[in-house]
C-alpha cells in the first residue's frame, strides 16, 4: 500500500463523540431518529437539534449516507450510514462497501479534510469484525487515492480487542 495514503490513516481507541474532526460517521439504523451502541451515543452528545434534523430527511436506506450539522459535538458534520445486518450473503460486502464509499463521497462533496468512522455494521448487527475491518480499510484506502482533498481517515474502536484487530491489519498492509 502507497505510505502517502497510509499516512493519511489512523487507528484509535475511544469514544467517536469526543473527536475533533471536521465529520464523525454514525452507524445509524435506516429511521436516523437514534438507537443503541454509538448510534445512541453520538445522538446524545449531539443534543436534541440533531434528531429534529433527522426527522427531515426520511430515513436512509442500507448502503447510502445523510449528513447533518454536528450541533454539540466537537464535529461540525455527522455523516449517518446505515450498514447490513450481517447474514453471511454476497451483497452484506457490497452494502457494507458502499457505506464507506457514500460516507467519503458525501465528505468531500461537503469540505470535509478529516473524518472518523466506527466500526459499522460490527455491533447488533453482527457483521465479524476481522472483515468489516479488512472492507473499511480497503474501501477507505482506495477512495484516499482517488480523492487526495481528504487528509486523515480515522478509524476510532470502543474495544480494546477491535483496535488491535485494525491496528494489526493497517501493520499487515503497510509491509
Given at each position: 500500500m502507497?505510505?502517502?495514503i497510509?499516512?493519511?490513516?489512523?487507528?484509535?481507541?475511544?469514544?467517536?463523540t469526543?473527536?475533533e474532526?471536521?465529520?464523525?460517521v454514525?452507524a445509524?439504523?435506516?429511521?436516523?431518529l437514534g438507537g443503541?451502541?454509538v448510534?445512541?451515543?453520538i445522538h446524545r452528545?449531539?443534543g436534541?437539534?440533531?434528531?429534529?434534523?433527522?426527522r427531515t430527511?426520511g430515513?436512509?436506506?442500507?448502503g447510502?449516507?445523510r449528513?447533518t450539522?454536528?450541533?454539540q459535538?466537537p464535529?461540525?458534520?455527522v455523516i449517518?450510514t446505515?450498514?447490513?445486518?450481517y447474514?453471511?450473503?454476497p451483497e452484506?460486502?457490497?452494502?457494507?462497501?458502499n457505506?464507506?464509499?457514500?460516507s467519503l463521497?458525501l465528505a468531500?462533496?461537503?469540505?470535509v479534510?478529516?473524518?472518523?468512522f466506527p466500526?459499522?455494521?460490527?455491533?447488533?448487527?453482527?457483521?465479524p469484525?476481522?472483515e468489516a475491518c479488512k472492507?473499511?480499510?480497503?474501501?477507505?484506502?482506495n477512495?484516499?487515492?482517488?480523492?487526495?482533498?481528504?487528509?486523515?481517515?480515522?478509524?476510532i474502536?470502543f474495544s480494546?480487542?477491535?483496535?488491535?484487530?485494525?491496528?494489526?491489519?493497517?501493520?499487515?498492509i503497510?509491509?
Amino acid at each position: 500500500m502507497d505510505k502517502k495514503i497510509l499516512d493519511k490513516l489512523e487507528v484509535m481507541q475511544g469514544d467517536i463523540t469526543k473527536l475533533e474532526v471536521d465529520a464523525i460517521v454514525n452507524a445509524a439504523n435506516k429511521s436516523l431518529l437514534g438507537g443503541g451502541g454509538v448510534d445512541g451515543a453520538i445522538h446524545r452528545a449531539a443534543g436534541p437539534e440533531l434528531l429534529e434534523e433527522c426527522r427531515t430527511l426520511g430515513g436512509c436506506p442500507t448502503g447510502e449516507a445523510r449528513i447533518t450539522k454536528g450541533y454539540q459535538l466537537p464535529a461540525r458534520h455527522v455523516i449517518h450510514t446505515v450498514g447490513p445486518v450481517y447474514g453471511g450473503k454476497p451483497e452484506d460486502s457490497r452494502l457494507l462497501t458502499n457505506c464507506y464509499e457514500n460516507s467519503l463521497k458525501l465528505a468531500v462533496e461537503n469540505n470535509v479534510k478529516s473524518i472518523a468512522f466506527p466500526a459499522i455494521s460490527c455491533g447488533v448487527y453482527g457483521y465479524p469484525i476481522q472483515e468489516a475491518c479488512k472492507i473499511a480499510v480497503d474501501t477507505t484506502c482506495n477512495f484516499l487515492k482517488s480523492k487526495p482533498s481528504m487528509e486523515k481517515a480515522i478509524f476510532i474502536l470502543f474495544s480494546a480487542g477491535d483496535y488491535n484487530i485494525y491496528n494489526d491489519y493497517l501493520k499487515s498492509i503497510s509491509h
